[in-house]
């Protein structure tokens, strides 16, 4: 129809939305469409043609109400179980809706985290669940249902503040942090760094995003640039 619903906490009846700040929008595979606020999840209910709270849609207390809690991420993997990282951790939810794992700073071993606060998520090629936190980089492997973390230091990391993260064509993990790009070599695990002295505007990286090219585009502080992976180059726009 070409026309624009407006959804807020200012709006009535079927436009109204508990909180204005979105951190997130995800679609599922029917179609439904998620949102990643600072009060929790909603869903929206093409039935009653409005956003519910996620729980509510599911039609199942037991899921986490995440009441005042910030998503800002929500992906779903090949197997369908669906993660949500928020500002108190990371969930994982079965594709069934029935069971919840939590994964946290203060939890054991093969649930713990970096760091609560989590930004980014990202499923690579081998199924792996990567994850970016405030305290470094996490990785997930399902099969065998262990964490292995990635810190500065002996970890590799040129900083601990993960931003955001992107699979490349050559399956290497590129990691945008406060200070520089750093790319992840699955093969040899080894990182590799760049920054403005390769030709990226500023240090501090906001989002990575793959092109059908294989090229990615990242954005800075300082504005938008592509590497492009034949010419092992940076562009600025």
Known sequence: TREVEHFSSRQNGNHFIPNDFIHSIFKDNDNSIWLGTRDG???????????VQWNSYFNNTDLPSFDNVRVNVIIRDKTSNYWIGTQNGLYM?????KSVTAFQEELDENHRLSANL?????????????IAT?????????????????NKGKGGLSDDFIITLCEDGKNRIWIGTATFVNVFDKTDT????????????????????????NDLWITTGKGLCKYDEKENSFQTF
């Open 134 to 150: 405030v305290g470094g980089l996490d990785m997930y492997n399902p099969a065998t249902k262990k964490i292995t973390h990635y």
């Open 41 to 51: 999840i909603l869903i929206y209910d093409k039935t009653a043609n409005r956003f």
């Open 93 to 97: 939810v079965s594709s069934d809706k």
């Open 190 to 213: 080894t990182f590799t760094f760049y920054g403005q002295e390769h030709g990226i505007p500023n240090n501090r990286i906001f989002e990575i995003v793959k092109d059908k090219n």
């Open 118 to 130: 989590v930004y980014c998520l990202l499923e690579d090629s081998d199924g792996l669940i990567w």
